[in-house]
């Protein structure tokens, strides 16, 4: 649906462009595109850590495809952990820990609940990494909205370079048409770059993130549950209000 809402967003500008009997090569300049585009990565590059926005680009690869955070099976998952650990006790989930299936978050939960941290402890642990992660995840979706903020004042400076060109052939008609199209198409790509692209990403990047630290809070509830040693019928009733997520 993200790779759908772009495109339709283009193809509807593109086609009022032609319906109004407008070249489509109109919307197209070299020079306005590197005024916006580089204007806007440079400031961005400026105000944010080079770690930072390196972490918001790989994320930025998530955003077209399906969120791969299974509720359900992680449920079953730490429901089986309990019934194992109330078994054998704690150590018989170290072998646990080298499943290929589990992400960061739950091996790391699973590793302090092996070594026998106490129920309090472990929970200060997960909500401190939660709250380290939900920061995180903030700060990369801020990229995005930076950028967005930034893309349509680098488009006004794009418009103010193309009317100074222009200005400057007022003795030649035929070289005014270049620098008033630089100034009306950066104009154009710096509004459209911050509301067609860049602030649907953060938004829709913030959307993902709340779905993975939701997947993460129904891991910590597990973890902690099989700490307590609570039974099975109760680890079932805390995981059950995660379960019917909608990736």
């Given amino acids: 649906m993200a790779l759908a809402g772009l495109l339709l967003a283009l193809v509807c500008i593109t086609l009022a462009q032609w319906w109004h009997g407008g070249s489509l090569w109109g919307l197209v300049d070299g020079p306005a595109l590197l005024i916006v585009f580089g204007g806007t990565l440079g400031a961005v590059l400026l105000q944010t850590p080079w770690h930072q ?14 969120p791969a955070w299974p509720f359900h099976e992680q449920a079953s998952r730490l429901l089986r952990w309990s019934n194992e650990a ?46 380290r992660l939900e920061e995180q995840k903030e700060l990369e979706a801020r990229v995005f909205e930076a950028m967005g903020g930034y893309s ?37 790509y710096g509004v459209g770059l911050a509301n ?33 040693g ?11 209000q995660y379960q019917g997520q909608r990736q």
């Fill in 86 to 131: 109330r078994q054998a006790g704690f150590l018989a989930l170290e072998p646990r820990l080298a499943s290929g299936e589990l992400d960061a978050f739950t091996r790391q939960g699973l590793q302090w609940l092996v070594d026998g941290t106490e129920p309090q402890v472990l929970e200060q642990l997960l909500d401190n990494e939660l709250d």
């Fill in 230 to 240: 609570d039974g099975s019928l109760a680890v079932s009733r805390q995981l059950a």
């Fill in 152 to 188: 349509p004042t680098i488009g006004i400076i794009g418009a103010v370079l193309g009317l100074i060109q222009a200005m400057s052939h007022l003795d030649e008609p035929n070289l005014l048409g270049a620098g008033i199209a630089v100034a009306f198409v950066a104009t154009l």
């Fill in 196 to 228: 067609l692209l860049l602030l649907p990403l953060a938004n829709r990047l913030r959307a993902l993130y709340r779905l993975e630290l939701r997947y993460f809070e129904l891991t910590a509830i597990g973890l902690l549950a099989i700490a307590r």
């Fill in 53 to 66: 926005c390196k972490g918001a680009l790989k994320a930025s690869a998530a955003l077209f495809r399906k």
